[in-house]
């Protein structure tokens, strides 16, 4: 449980000087350590952004992390982010661990004052969730900023098919249907991580990738799940442990169907062991007046049906989401020259430095955060009463399985 917040013993951001550099420090260092060390390192040389310094970059092996520090630009490494989130000198924390340390982390940064950006998703269970969030909105009071890392709202290509979604090019959405399909467990004897646990990573696919599938079916069409029906399903169900066999306690693949507001139907399905397949997330729109689809392995892509032509030339075209007419490509290179997925988390870097310095909540905010929470929980609800969920807000069932 978090403690209140000990308000007058708080430092506030709104005061801190713009001509002291906003002091970050980083916790976690592997896959996602080193893409966010990525994208800050590289913001300043294609985006306008506040000063800010790389200070430190904290994980629990001390040789290891300041062996990552000195390669991924950090002045500095520590082993105990308690100690680092207590400085005066960091101003920002950016949570790259694993998913059963963020409330706590977040939690006590916020407290301790500190603007903060977390990883997807928001924690491992609802209850985590909506203390994150609770404490997000007290820090906000005092002028500190939260940011959830859903980057593939950053894809410049996505950005635009909202864009084109809000602009009413599509007329009104009918529904919505995104795949994110992965192979990296298709064997079964890849080992045991903390990904594969249930207390360190609260699910398996649901958490990790689906949360980015429904984040995604949201943020593209400005509308939230109401209703969901899901399965989940443990193909593998144990791997190679440090000590011998270990029982897999989370999912490798969920299918899920949701009715959102708006009168709009959607659908996930999300695998881990889709073999072949290597991080492709697929997503397609259906409108009245056009359609959309959407291939992350062709990111700078977008595939365009405006069904208002006239029907002999009608067709998805090709859009090269390229020009510096296209959301943050203007910062990159001339238009054609294209960008990768890691350019995602520059921009979102980019964002969350820029809402700071205007005093401004970031997006997506812990809030849209809980709120796919509440989504991956209700389908695993679902999917073990073997039910159809209403009221994601409520969580209650409304049909009970056969
Ligand atoms: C899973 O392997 C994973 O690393 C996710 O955790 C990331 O969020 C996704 O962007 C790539 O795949």
Redesign the pocket.
Known sequence: MTTPARSDQTPSPTTHPKSVPLGVAAIGYA??GKAHSNAWRNVASFFNVPAFEQKVLVGRDASAVAEAAAKYGWAESATDWRSVIERDDIHIIDVCAPGWMHAEIAIAALEAGKHVLV??PLANTLAEAELMTAAAAEARARGVQSMIGF??RRVPALALARELIAEGRLGTIRHVRAAYL?D?LSDAESPMSW?LRRETAGSGALG??AS?AIDQIQYLTGQTALEASGMLKTFVTERPGPGGPEAVTVDDAVWATFWLTGDLGASVEAS?VATGQK?SLKIEVYGTAGSLMFDLENLNELQFLDATAPVREQGFRRILVNEPEHPYLEAWWPQGHIIG?EHTFTHQIRDFLTAIAAGESPSPSFEDGLQVQRVLDAVETSAKNKSTITAVEHNSLIAEGA
């Open positions: 896959f996602m990883e997807k980057n593939y992965q990296w990904r990790d990738i980015h881990r991080n997925w």
